[in-house]
């Protein structure tokens, strides 16, 4: 009988890899809420899993906390100061309220947008646009229950093997990408082991992919005022470069 129980567990076990069954890619984001570059990340790029047929392969966990610290008396100190405390308690409330990250994004994202555009005061009206119940998460905020997630994300970020450097801190599979976090996709694809891949993996996808990031990455070098006048004929020169060395 054990063998005719362990001849079928491996037939159910060989039937699935065959079929093209595969685990999803985790990918995992570490980071604070008043960060600017966290806040592109969530709004520019993150987005995109999503908006195309990635999330059928990819597991994403946001963790709010960054790089925070606890003082002795067991306070946290946000990088950003008091309003980054209060915004890291609130996705983390949020999470905790709706714990499928396809109901939590949307209001991550919502409150991410605010910060990225520099009108973050204004991130309560995320519920209202949303059409959210605000109770679950403002009752989570004014209760120890806020404080009980952010320490726990603190010790899940101190864990973190090789330890992160900065934020937004980007891992897939636990793997970090370090500066490369923003062509999360292509580490996504390349990760997963099942036989058919999403349309999001395809060679198209990627090149606009990693086209996007290279030229936002070009864009940030370019910032200061006496470089815009310059910027349209540089970007130009940039598309022409990509259009070659992509084809």
Known sequence: MDALR??????????????????KVKLELYYESLCPYCSNLIVNYLYEVFESDLASITDLKLIPYGN????????IICQHGINECILNTVEACAIDAWPDVKDHFPF?????SLVYHKNYSHWETCFQKLNLDSSAVASCYVSERGKE???AYAA??????PPHKYVPWVTVDGQPLY?????????????????TKPSACSESSMRKSIRKVMMDSM??????????SKMSQIRQYILKWLDQVMQ
């Not at 899940?156 to 093997?161: K, P, Y």
């Not at 390349?190 to 036989?195: D, E, H, L, V």
């Open 6 to 23: 362990l001849l079928f567990v491996s037939f159910i076990i060989t039937a699935s890899f065959s079929s093209g069954f595969a685990s």
């Open 68 to 75: 925070a610290k606890i003082s002795p008396n067991g306070t």
């Open 108 to 112: 991550i994202y919502c409150v991410e």
């Open 149 to 151: 997630l952010e320490l």
């Open 156 to 161: 899940e970020t101190s864990a973190l093997q």
């Open 179 to 195: 500066d490369d976090y923003r062509n999360f996709i292509s580490y996504i694809c390349n990760a997963y082991k099942g036989t």
């Open 219 to 228: 864009t940030s070098l370019y910032t200061e005022v006496t470089y815009k």
